[in-house]
């Protein structure tokens, strides 16, 4: 089996592929200070409930945000799975051709995003991620990865309200029933939501154009599910969509 890790900002998720059927997946907070041993216990009590073993688990996949945890999942592979772990970056094959001014800015879980939606999705796409920072990047019919538009995560820009303005509560991200609020939290959630609504829709429109007037769009993330019951611009969900793109990197590299 092959044991697939986004080490993300926020979130870390871990998905169990047998072959290309993906069996479990896991979402935990992302934590620095936790050592490779902290995180196995994580896994030790993780896996089971899927009945799966750590030994039933060959190879590891990773891709990495958060530079002082690299390491960290490195030594986890090793140690736990005794694997060298793949870790995605120069000098492995990915599939993707990076046609930016400077590729190695380009995230590594963005690559994976890259990756899956090319091989799972025909045509241009472009992919929106709503993680700690929402981005919207856009790839080609050959599966180029052009460039991309990034803004503030929502939940970002939630907790900058929040800690920039004494009066304005923390709120829960959910679609209120009006634009209009009639107090503060659902005049909050509509700023939010139907705002972050109204941005995707404006650069996805123009991305479009830019992309010769067609392309598919694939949103993935947190908090995609929430954002595209509000908008008909987005044709499919994908909550995994990072972890499929690093089994099919996998593949490439074996």
Known sequence: MLLAIDVGNTNIAFGVFEGEKMRATWNVATDINKTADEYA???????????????????????????????????????????????????????VRICTDNPREVGADRVANVAAAHRLYSGPVIVIDFGTATTVDAISEEGDFLGAAIAPGIRIASEALFERASKLPRIELIAPQNAIGRNTITAMQSGLIFGYVGLIESLVRRIRQELGGKARVIATGGLADIIAKETKIVDAVNPHLTLEGLRLIHEMNR
């Not at 009945?51 to 590891?60: E, F, G, P, Q």
């Not at 592979?77 to 772990?85: A, D, L, T």
């Open 41 to 95: 216990v994580l896994l030790l009590n993780l896996l089971p409930r899927q009945n799966v073993a750590m030994s039933d688990v060959d190879h590891v996949v990773i891709c990495c945000v958060v530079p002082p945890l690299e390491p960290i999942f490195e030594e986890l592979s090793k140690r736990y799975f005794g694997s060298s772990p793949l870790i995605v970056g120069a000098g492995v094959k990915t599939g």
